[in-house]
């Protein structure tokens, strides 16, 4: 059957801030008590059509907004390998007491592209700190060294 046009502008609007009294009141305008307008919005959000739609948007919303791991991954990635530049403020003396702002592009600092470095070792589990091994009665600990020989 799908969705009225006032579900559909309802649905749109309750995924501007989530409140349904006021995307009802928005969608139909002869309701005028906030009352009436939940109660209303309430009974509309358990629509299966609405739900279907809203829950569709929300998760269009969330894919686009949120990083996956293969994006930061890239990112980091591209930090390390100094790809990244990044906009910085400089004030420059233009002569008797005056200065004047600009923006220039820096490349990333060495600070930033070692913390880089180490999460995406951290992601492939390139370093190791104290481990131990137990099988059976022998214990192997990796990462300590016997000072005797």
Known sequence: MGMTEKQKRFADEY???LNGTRAYKVAYPSVKKDQV???AAGRLLRNVEVKI???EQLEKIHN????DAQEVLEYLTAVMRNEQTEEV???EGIG???SEARTMEKDTS???RVKAAELLGKRYSLFTDK??????DIVLKIGEWDDDG
């Open 37 to 39: 307008a939940a109660t």
């Open 131 to 136: 481990m131990e091994l137990a099988t059976g």
């Open 53 to 55: 739609y809203i829950d």
């Open 96 to 98: 008797d007491g005056y």
């Open 110 to 112: 060495i600070k930033d």
């Open 64 to 67: 686009e907004k949120t990083a």
């Open 89 to 91: 403020v400089v004030v």
């Open 15 to 17: 995924l501007i801030d």
